[in-house]
């Protein structure tokens, strides 16, 4: 009987310690309806694809788009940094706007001249972001409007014919690096 007893007892050690081990493995690497592997390696993406001012300039110039239409609008200035007068960098929150801006090179080519949006404000923000959203709006007209969850975002302002004064206008999201024109 001793015997039995014995090779019971290693069994239910055995059949203890594999269950227990089990369980364990599952702990470690979660389960949720299915065992997953660690993911301790993987690095999350960044939340944003577009961080900065020039970020934000680099996805509008290197856009082949915008060059075929820059192009296709017999623009006097070249397709370049030098051609952006403003990038507005807002970002919307529950009610507020805020916003940082940038001068670029085409701004201070201007001379006596006034550009649009000469100031950096909230009366700005507010007026960009109203007019992102309408189609053609007369403030800061694109083609296709941006939609309202697009809530981080830099506008570029530029200058396409030097002669005549003739400006354009870009939306990128910062989240997605879409641009809007």
Not at 95 to 108: P, V
Not at 124 to 149: G, T
């Amino acid at each position: 009987m001793k015997t039995y007893e014995v090779c019971m007892n290693i069994a239910l050690i055995l059949i203890i310690t594999f269950f227990l081990s089990s369980v364990a493995l599952l702990l470690r690497y979660g389960v949720e309806g299915k065992v997953s592997k660690p993911t301790d390696h993987i690095q999350e993406p960044p939340l944003l694809r577009v961080r900065s001012f020039e970020d934000a300039e680099k996805f509008f110039l290197y856009s082949e788009r915008m060059k075929r239409l820059w192009n296709e609008s017999n623009c006097t200035s070249p397709f370049t940094s030098d051609s952006i007068i403003l990038t507005i960098h807002i970002k919307k929150g529950n009610y507020t706007l805020s916003i940082a801006c940038k001068r670029g090179n085409a701004y201070y080519k201007f001379g006596e001249n006034i550009p649009l949006f000469d100031e950096c404000n909230q009366e700005v923000a507010s007026i960009i972001d109203n007019a992102i959203r309408v189609p053609q709006h007369y403030d800061f007209p694109l083609d296709e409007p941006v939609p309202p969850i697009v809530d981080d975002y830099y506008a570029l302002y530029l200058l396409c014919n030097w002669e005549a004064g003739v400006d354009a206008f870009a939306v990128v999201d910062s989240a997605t690096g879409k641009v809007y024109w």
